[in-house]
Nanobody, 126 residues
Framework: VQLQASGGGLVQAGGSLRLSCAVS????????MAWFRQGSGKERDFVAH????????YYADSVKGRFTISRDTAKNTVYLQMNSLKPEDTAVYYC????????????????????WGQGTQVTVSS
């Protein structure tokens, strides 16, 4: 499975960005696809995830109401629409795939994810 993330950049506070994660090389129907982020000197934190077949999303409290995760099954791509961005959203954003059908309670942890994209930098200026 290969994941290719894109769409990061520099934006002012209050602005928007859309991240994309192109997925290839696997059968996706049972996957959970996630976005994590890692700020400088910080741990990699859960942002959002979505089940590929059911499409049900989950979000970290810090991004609820501002970020939206979605997937396009025809394009094999997962998106993260980020609105009302804040300086504290500045981080490298990673997409990840869990192919092991991990129970929901575990899907908020980076260590359960099997494949990772290369990361894309998001910088929000104040």
């Amino acid at each position: 499975v290969q994941l290719q993330a894109s769409g990061g950049g520099l934006v002012q506070a209050g602005g928007s960005l859309r991240l994309s994660c192109a997925v290839s090389g696997g059968t996706f129907s049972s996957y959970t696809m996630a976005w994590f982020r890692q700020g400088s000197g910080k741990e990699r934190d859960f942002v959002a995830h979505i089940n590929w077949s059911r499409g049900k999303p989950y979000y970290a409290d810090s991004v609820k109401g501002r970020f939206t995760i979605s997937r396009d099954t025809a394009k094999n791509t997962v998106y993260l629409q980020m609105n009302s961005l804040k300086p504290e959203d500045t981080a490298v954003y990673y997409c990840a795939a869990d192919i092991q059908r991990t129970a929901l309670s575990g899907t908020f942890l980076a260590r359960v994810y099997d494949y990772w994209g290369q990361g894309t930098q998001v910088t929000v200026s104040s």
